[in-house]
């Protein structure tokens, strides 16, 4: 055998070991779904197509690399990433930018970053970290500290104001301490001292906030105002029926009824589309995402690696559930994209991120154990 063919074998396979082939191929299935729905969205339109696939080959290419980094890498790099998040986030309220009346964006010259979504990944790294020193001693102080932590960037980032975004960072930090051990009589608690706090909690909220929430129990109170988003995806989702109209064939997509159509409210394309079918396909992929997800946090050999994988499975489940609830109208409009299916380069990279840390947890399981 040539000896350099025998090399090129050993890189190639080096190049592939980190790779998870059952996730990456889960992934890649809702991908190619997510491009052809934002191609229909977009009426044929190659800029936003073609951008998307960019965009996923630079995510891809990052998951690759991560999925090379050790865990106790991927350890190191909690606290200086959070840090550098909260930083980033007080900066957005002194150097961002106000778009539509939110101040999400930080210009930084060549172009502009939304600080807030780097939270998503380094929430759950920071507090999957502080829980791996205190693992032998965890007491009631260490998760009342954990809360603090997550605390901070939830209201940094809710007071842009970006509830979207702060649902999803509160939902991975809150799976986080909850996979530590939270006992359910704290749980039980803080959703009952909840409750009472609605009336206060309701009275914080911006007037548009409060209006989506009204608007869902009632989308005919303003169905040209609030309500148009909920009442034009529900009659899309709806006339689907079981098998679709078919691909490109969409009438609410192609006549300009849906808003935000390939990002936010894609789901309602795909489902005018493709109908009830389409719609199972799509979530038993979700399903087996997440399964695989968590069968990774089960096969995890430290406390660091199972809540990390743990909380990707059910951040991923709640990316999904959030956004189909809220185009199916049966939660408020929060502004959630749909997980490797709706427009955006910062969405796509944050999900293959995580993607790429549930691929370094499994394939250096057996270092870790040694």
């Known amino acids: 055998m040539n000896p350099w063919f ?10 592939i070991a980190h790779i998870d082939f059952p996730l990456f191929a889960i992934a890649l299935a809702i991908l190619g779904i997510g491009m ?21 080959g630079f995510a891809i290419a990052l998951m690759w690399l991560i999925a090379r980094l050790p865990p106790p890498k991927l350890m190191r790099t909690a606290v200086p990433l959070y840090l550098l998040g909260i930083v980033l986030l007080v900066a957005v309220f002194i150097f961002g930018i106000k778009i539509n009346g939110a101040r999400r964006w930080l210009p930084l010259g060549f172009t502009r970053v939304q600080p ?24 009631l102080r260490h998760y009342a500290f954990a809360a603090l932590l997550l605390l901070v960037p939830f209201a940094l980032i809710a007071k842009q104001p970006d509830l979207g975004t702060a649902i999803l960072v509160g939902a991975a930090g809150f799976y986080v301490i909850f996979l530590a051990g939270l006992p359910w009589k704290i ?87 493709w109908g009830l079918l389409g ?74 991120v995580c993607i790429g840390i549930l691929m370094s947890i499994h394939s250096h399981r057996m270092m870790l154990k040694k």
């Open 36 to 56: 052809l729905t934002i191609n229909s969205a977009t009426h044929g339109g190659v800029d936003r197509t073609l951008s998307n696939a960019m965009h996923a």
């Open 6 to 15: 025998g090399k090129i074998q050993h890189y190639a396979r080096q190049s």
């Open 116 to 139: 807030a979504e780097m939270m998503k990944i380094a929430m759950p790294l920071m507090l999957a970290w502080y829980f791996q020193q205190y693992e032998a001693v965890l007491k």
């Open 279 to 352: 719609n199972s396909v799509l979530l038993a992929l979700y399903f087996l995402l997440i399964l695989r997800s968590l069968m990774i946090a089960a096969a995890a050999p430290t406390l660091f690696s199972r809540l990390l994988a743990g909380t990707i499975g059910l951040v991923f489940f709640t990316y999904a559930f959030v956004n189909i609830g809220m185009v199916s109208g049966i939660l408020p409009v929060v502004g959630v994209p749909l997980p490797l299916v709706s427009y955006g380069g910062t969405a796509l990279v944050t999900i293959f």
């Open 187 to 273: 749980i039980v608690a803080l959703l009952v001292a909840c409750g009472s706090a609605a009336p206060f909690l309701w009275n914080l909220l911006h007037d548009y906030q409060r209006k989506r929430i009204l608007t869902l129990i009632d989308p005919t109170s303003d169905p040209l105002g609030a309500g148009y988003h909920i009442i034009q995806a529900t009659i899309a989702i709806g006339s689907g029926g079981i098998f679709g109209k078919g691909y490109l064939n969409g009438t609410q997509t192609h006549l300009e009824f849906i808003p935000e159509k390939h990002t936010d409210f894609i789901f309602a394309v795909f489902s005018e589309e």
